[in-house]
Nanobody, 123 residues
Framework: QVQLEESGGGEVQPGGSLRLSCAASGSIFRINAMGWYRQAPGMQRALIARIISGVSTDYADSVKGRFTISRDNDKNTVYLQMNSLKPEDTAVYYC?????????????????WGQGTQVTVSS
Protein backbone atom coordinates (compact mmCIF):
# COMPACT_ATOMS: atom_id res chain seq x y z
CA GLN A 1 0.00 0.00 0.00
CA VAL A 2 1.33 3.43 -0.95
CA GLN A 3 -0.13 6.54 0.63
CA LEU A 4 0.17 10.11 -0.56
CA GLU A 5 -0.09 13.20 1.59
CA GLU A 6 -0.60 16.56 -0.06
CA SER A 7 -0.02 19.99 1.42
CA GLY A 8 0.37 23.59 0.38
CA GLY A 9 -2.98 24.66 -1.01
CA GLY A 10 -4.75 27.86 -0.03
CA GLU A 11 -6.06 31.18 -1.24
CA VAL A 12 -3.93 33.69 -3.09
CA GLN A 13 -4.46 36.85 -5.12
CA PRO A 14 -3.99 36.88 -8.89
CA GLY A 15 -0.31 37.05 -9.75
CA GLY A 16 0.65 35.30 -6.53
CA SER A 17 2.46 32.02 -5.96
CA LEU A 18 1.87 28.77 -4.13
CA ARG A 19 3.90 25.60 -3.75
CA LEU A 20 2.20 22.24 -3.45
CA SER A 21 3.89 19.16 -2.00
CA CYS A 22 2.97 15.49 -2.22
CA ALA A 23 4.88 12.93 -0.17
CA ALA A 24 4.60 9.21 -0.92
CA SER A 25 5.09 6.63 1.80
CA GLY A 26 4.86 2.87 2.08
CA SER A 27 6.77 -0.11 0.74
CA ILE A 28 7.90 1.63 -2.42
CA PHE A 29 10.35 -0.13 -4.69
CA ARG A 30 10.40 2.25 -7.63
CA ILE A 31 8.54 5.40 -8.68
CA ASN A 32 8.10 5.73 -12.43
CA ALA A 33 5.97 8.82 -12.71
CA MET A 34 4.66 11.61 -10.50
CA GLY A 35 2.05 14.05 -11.65
CA TRP A 36 -0.32 16.82 -10.70
CA TYR A 37 -3.94 17.01 -11.85
CA ARG A 38 -6.64 19.54 -11.14
CA GLN A 39 -10.39 19.53 -11.16
CA ALA A 40 -12.49 22.68 -11.27
CA PRO A 41 -16.22 22.63 -10.42
CA GLY A 42 -18.20 20.99 -13.22
CA MET A 43 -15.03 19.94 -15.05
CA GLN A 44 -13.19 16.67 -15.44
CA ARG A 45 -9.92 16.04 -13.66
CA ALA A 46 -7.09 16.97 -16.01
CA LEU A 47 -3.34 16.41 -16.03
CA ILE A 48 -1.38 19.64 -15.74
CA ALA A 49 2.18 18.49 -15.06
CA ARG A 50 4.11 15.26 -14.74
CA ILE A 51 7.65 14.08 -14.27
CA ILE A 52 8.63 10.69 -15.63
CA SER A 53 11.57 8.66 -14.38
CA GLY A 54 12.67 11.71 -12.43
CA VAL A 55 13.91 13.42 -15.56
CA SER A 56 11.37 14.10 -18.30
CA THR A 57 8.71 16.74 -17.63
CA ASP A 58 5.47 17.52 -19.38
CA TYR A 59 3.04 20.43 -18.93
CA ALA A 60 -0.42 21.36 -20.07
CA ASP A 61 -0.41 24.41 -22.32
CA SER A 62 -2.47 26.33 -19.78
CA VAL A 63 0.33 26.23 -17.17
CA LYS A 64 3.49 26.18 -19.30
CA GLY A 65 5.93 28.87 -18.26
CA ARG A 66 4.13 29.47 -14.95
CA PHE A 67 4.20 26.13 -13.15
CA THR A 68 7.23 23.95 -12.43
CA ILE A 69 7.15 20.34 -11.31
CA SER A 70 10.09 18.87 -9.44
CA ARG A 71 10.90 15.78 -7.43
CA ASP A 72 13.00 14.92 -4.40
CA ASN A 73 14.01 11.27 -4.86
CA ASP A 74 15.30 10.88 -1.30
CA LYS A 75 11.98 11.99 0.14
CA ASN A 76 9.70 10.42 -2.52
CA THR A 77 8.11 13.83 -2.78
CA VAL A 78 6.86 15.78 -5.77
CA TYR A 79 6.39 19.54 -5.78
CA LEU A 80 4.43 21.95 -7.93
CA GLN A 81 5.64 25.54 -7.87
CA MET A 82 2.84 27.74 -9.18
CA ASN A 83 3.65 31.31 -10.15
CA SER A 84 1.65 34.07 -11.81
CA LEU A 85 -1.56 32.43 -10.66
CA LYS A 86 -4.80 33.33 -12.40
CA PRO A 87 -8.43 32.98 -11.27
CA GLU A 88 -8.85 30.18 -13.81
CA ASP A 89 -6.27 28.15 -11.88
CA THR A 90 -8.82 27.79 -9.09
CA ALA A 91 -9.44 24.07 -8.58
CA VAL A 92 -8.80 21.09 -6.35
CA TYR A 93 -5.30 19.82 -7.08
CA TYR A 94 -4.49 16.12 -6.85
CA CYS A 95 -1.16 14.36 -7.06
CA UNK A 96 -0.72 10.92 -8.58
CA UNK A 97 2.24 8.60 -8.15
CA UNK A 98 2.78 5.42 -10.15
CA UNK A 99 5.43 2.76 -9.81
CA UNK A 100 5.96 -0.58 -8.09
CA UNK A 101 5.95 -1.63 -4.45
CA UNK A 102 6.83 -4.68 -2.42
CA UNK A 103 3.96 -7.08 -1.90
CA UNK A 104 3.78 -10.74 -0.91
CA UNK A 105 7.49 -11.40 -1.43
CA UNK A 106 7.44 -9.79 -4.84
CA UNK A 107 6.61 -6.56 -6.61
CA UNK A 108 3.32 -5.11 -7.71
CA UNK A 109 2.50 -1.99 -9.66
CA UNK A 110 0.57 0.81 -8.01
CA UNK A 111 -1.04 4.11 -8.90
CA UNK A 112 -2.06 6.18 -5.90
CA TRP A 113 -3.90 9.48 -5.54
CA GLY A 114 -3.54 12.20 -2.97
CA GLN A 115 -6.53 13.48 -1.03
CA GLY A 116 -6.69 16.74 -2.98
CA THR A 117 -5.93 20.28 -1.90
CA GLN A 118 -7.94 23.39 -2.73
CA VAL A 119 -6.27 26.25 -4.58
CA THR A 120 -8.30 29.45 -4.86
CA VAL A 121 -7.09 32.46 -6.83
CA SER A 122 -9.21 35.49 -6.11
CA SER A 123 -8.91 39.20 -5.47
Amino acid sequence: QVQLEESGGGEVQPGGSLRLSCAASGSIFRINAMGWYRQAPGMQRALIARIISGVSTDYADSVKGRFTISRDNDKNTVYLQMNSLKPEDTAVYYCNVAGSHYRGGGFESFSSWGQGTQVTVSS
